[in-house]
């Protein structure tokens, strides 16, 4: 399954607008947006597939813009680093 993944990513497009990260699978209606959340420094869907279940290739879509727009905010800067507290 993580094959698929990283196949279908070399067919997504990446767009970033202002505090927003757009992945979208051109030719289809595969289409997800990612918002930076700059007060807890993370990444959060805006929009899903909008309906309660998803294909497996909606699901491998999903999994794949994902990455995508994980390691764009990460290049960006809008993440911030998990800070492990000891017990």
Known sequence: AMDNVVAIENRLRV???DE?????RPGTA???????????????????????WASREEM??????WRLA???AKSQGWLRPMQVRSV
């Open 15 to 17: 767009k970033v607008h």
């Open 20 to 24: 927003a990260i757009q992945v979208m």
């Open 30 to 52: 595969l289409a997800v947006t990612f918002l930076r959340n700059s007060g807890s420094g993370i990444l959060e869907a805006q929009e899903f597939l909008g309906k309660p």
């Open 60 to 65: 491998e879509f999903v999994a794949a813009a």
């Open 70 to 72: 994980y390691a764009e």
